[in-house]
């Protein structure tokens, strides 16, 4: 691997870590905790939405996340021809 | 057939389990115990650090201390679940592709300091022996309360099924192990969840049915008719927040850093065959344990709301609006000869009241004079939920066993972790680089049984500050674990000078400001500020200062690194290695 698409690959994967913790920041630490509030006038079944955000939401949203992630580094490592056998 | 028998039945089903479990995978090399010479299927790995992370505090504490702190207790959920997808995306890959044994060699190789690697020691071991007393203390409630066995004599019960599976099995043995244990706590966390869903809101499952409408045909939804309740009882608000913004958002922080920072935890990725297995097993962790994680909130509230209801059945203020005691159902009578529930008939009108006095100002027009639940511990909410919904023996005995394995689960992975750090850090990496595997694996056996003696030595014993160690460990792991490796993977800059520096100043910061409001080394009455929110600094709880403690050490082991050489060719390179799964060049 040269060492140009080696700091490609790494480039590649920090943008995608920056975006995955993006919305991982805006699900728990945003709709959960600073605009809880605002959120809780909105109704998601007999949950107010920010409540809904905070103990369950955000919950699945992480794993949906992390799975997000693995699969494009997954096409990543593909691309750049260092999956594993 | 009695409860009794019954729980020791299902209870010593269980252990056979485990016990047989070890003696099919007895650890033949350090490989075998240290990391089952990463053979673990990723799922599987999962399930396992599903149960290594679920601890008795998880199980039994966690759904009560949601069902009293309401919203507040999201802080909980979200930290300690919010942390995988650091894991999942900034160390366990690249530690996975570092491919060796320990958290602390990876410090040493990295920062080519053997200094480095024993300050990594010793948050490491900090961190896992504060942790390891909540396990064994939770051994010992959960057979006094469920076996009539002494506390004493539960804790060396547990002392030796863990002595078993991870002496002999190492790694290996505790992997399979923690798999049985997190299908045993799921199983008995979840079934009287169910019911409990079931009889309240009409529907099966939990998490739909928090959201639901009440059973009684009313057509209130449940979290909108527990805030009522609450309210007119004097209490905040089920779903309002209580605590201020920013320390629910340090806290939530410390949390998620601490729980990526915790070494039994970053441990399990380095038994996974390949680096991408790492990250879909971080995935699959999550999806194990968000299933508890999920329903706990919904067994606090439930649970809440059947307390709530059992004791105020009318009308706040009207005369039969209270049970009387007289009336009770028999799990109160039952955990009452516990002492973890206390009624004391304060205007003696054989009935009992149970509100907030600050709350409810006209309380007194009632003829109430105080409330007379003096006692409500919040673990009962988990303990008690199978007798309170009226489910059968084997659902209660099946609570026990759930809670003993949520306790060894967790305890198994820590000591392999301290015993790992001690055999293969401070021992082979140190004191005596010249031992063989096999002798290595031999102090690494007496490692672990040393390491049990003292976790059960201090269950027996344990400090007056249980409780707050915790707080600790996160605290530890948050601000000097979490950003040393995460520096060491995505800074080529950041050198042995750096990184000590950062390491000791997050530790020593998080240690200071916790010890100054609870007591230097917790000893009684030595703090020196009281722990209340108008004296900590900028309103910041001494259990949210892991977030300041990271910060702080990122700043350190930046200015420091800059300040001094930058780290050697050989550690460039392999800083660039480890960022690729297969061999970069």
């Given at each position: 691997m040269s060492e140009k698409s080696r700091e490609e690959y790494w480039r590649r994967n920090v943008k995608l870590v920056v975006q995955c913790l993006i919305v991982w920041f805006v699900v728990s630490f945003g709709f959960g905790i600073i605009l809880v509030h605002p959120l809780n006038a909105i109704s998601l079944g007999g949950y107010k939405l920010g409540f809904w955000f905070a103990q369950q939401g955000s919950i699945y949203i992480f794993v949906a996340l992390i799975f997000f992630y693995s699969s494009r580094m997954g096409k990543l490592d593909k691309e750049f021809g260092v999956e594993e056998d | 057939m009695s409860l009794k028998v019954l729980t020791f039945l299902v209870v010593g089903a269980t252990f056979a389990l485990y016990i047989y479990i070890a003696i099919r995978s007895k650890a033949k090399n350090t490989g075998d115990f240290y990391?089952?010479?990463?053979?673990?299927?990723?799922?599987?790995?999962?399930?396992?650090?599903?149960?290594?992370?679920?601890?008795?505090?998880?199980?039994?504490?966690?759904?009560?201390?949601?069902?009293?702190?309401?919203?507040?207790?999201?802080?909980?959920?979200?930290?300690?679940?919010?942390?995988?997808?650091?894991?999942?995306?900034?160390?366990?890959?690249?530690?996975?592709?570092?491919?060796?044994?320990?958290?602390?060699?990876?410090?040493?190789?990295?920062?080519?300091?053997n200094t480095a690697r024993m300050v990594g020691v010793i948050c490491l071991v900090t961190a896992s022996v504060t942790y390891?007393?909540?396990?064994?203390?939770?051994?010992?409630?959960?057979?006094?309360?469920?076996?009539?066995?002494?506390?004493?004599?539960?804790?060396?019960?547990?002392?030796?099924?863990?002595?078993?599976?991870?002496?002999?099995?190492?790694?290996k043995g505790v992997t399979n192990t923690q798999v049985a244990q997190y299908c045993v706590l799921i199983f008995a966390y979840t079934v009287p969840a169910i019911f409990i869903s079931l009889t309240l809101t009409g529907t099966p499952i939990p998490q739909l049915g928090l959201g639901g409408t009440m059973a009684d045909g009313s057509g209130t939804f449940l979290l909108d008719k527990l805030d009522t309740i609450l309210v007119n009882l004097g209490f905040a608000a089920y779903t309002a927040q209580k605590m201020s913004t920013l320390n629910v958002l340090f806290l939530t922080m410390s949390l998620m850093i601490g729980t990526a920072g915790l070494p039994h935890v970053i441990m399990r990725f380095f038994t996974v065959p390949k680096v991408k297995d790492a990250r879909s097993s971080a995935g699959w962790a999550l999806v194990f344990i968000a299933v508890l994680y999920t329903t706990a909130p919904a067994v606090g509230a439930m649970a809440r709301m059947n307390l709530m209801q059992t004791i105020q059945h009318g009308e706040v203020g009207s005369i039969d609006g209270n049970i009387e005691y007289a009336k009770v159902p028999s799990w109160f009578k039952s955990w009452e000869k516990t002492g973890l529930l206390k009624f004391e008939d304060k205007n003696g009108d054989g009935r009992i009241q149970y509100y907030d006095e600050k709350g409810l100002k006209n309380a007194e027009s009632y003829g109430w004079k105080g409330n007379e639940m003096v006692t409500v511990?919040?673990?009962?909410?988990?303990?008690?939920?199978?007798?309170?919904?009226?489910?059968?023996?084997?659902?209660?005995?099946?609570?026990?066993?759930?809670?003993?394995?949520?306790?060894?689960?967790?305890?198994?992975?820590?000591?392999?972790?301290?015993?790992?750090?001690?055999?293969?850090d401070v021992l082979k990496g140190w004191l005596m680089p010249n031992i063989s595997d096999q002798q290595e694996l031999k102090y690494s056996r007496v490692a672990i049984g040393g390491a049990i003696i003292v976790a059960g030595y201090l269950g027996l014993n344990p400090p007056g500050f249980a409780a707050q160690t915790v707080a600790l460990a996160f605290g530890l792991a948050a601000s000097s674990i979490f950003p040393a490796i995460m520096m060491g993977i995505f800074s080529k800059r950041v050198n042995d000078k750096g990184a000590i520096a950062g390491m000791l100043v997050g530790l020593g910061s998080t240690l200071i400001y916790i010890f100054i409001y609870l007591g230097w080394f917790f000893i009684k009455g030595t703090n020196m500020l009281p722990n209340t929110p108008d004296n900590w600094l900028f309103g910041i709880n001494p259990q949210s200062f892991g977030t300041i403690g990271a910060i702080l050490n990122f700043i350190a082991a930046y200015a420091v690194s800059n300040l001094t050489a930058e780290p050697p060719e050989k550690i460039q390179k392999l800083v660039e290695d480890i960022r690729v799964p297969i061999k970069a060049d």
């Open positions: - | 990391i089952a010479s990463k053979g673990v299927h990723p799922v599987l790995n999962g399930m396992a650090t599903g149960a290594d992370w679920m601890s008795a505090a998880s199980f039994i504490g966690m759904a009560g201390l949601i069902a009293f702190l309401g919203y507040d207790g999201s802080v909980y959920l979200m930290g300690w679940t919010g942390g995988y997808c650091l894991l999942a995306m900034l160390l366990a890959p690249y530690l996975r592709k570092f491919g060796k044994f320990t958290v602390s060699e990876f410090i040493g190789e990295r920062y080519y300091s390891v007393i909540g396990q064994m203390t939770g051994i010992g409630v959960v057979f006094s309360r469920f076996l009539d066995v002494s506390y004493a004599n539960g804790i060396y019960i547990g002392m030796t099924i863990v002595f078993i599976y991870a002496v002999f099995g190492g790694m511990n919040r673990d009962i909410m988990v303990l008690a939920n199978p007798e309170i919904a009226g489910l059968p023996n084997w659902v209660i005995a099946l609570t026990a066993a759930g809670g003993i394995a949520a306790a060894l689960s967790t305890a198994a992975g820590l000591l392999l972790a301290i015993a790992s750090a001690i055999s293969h």
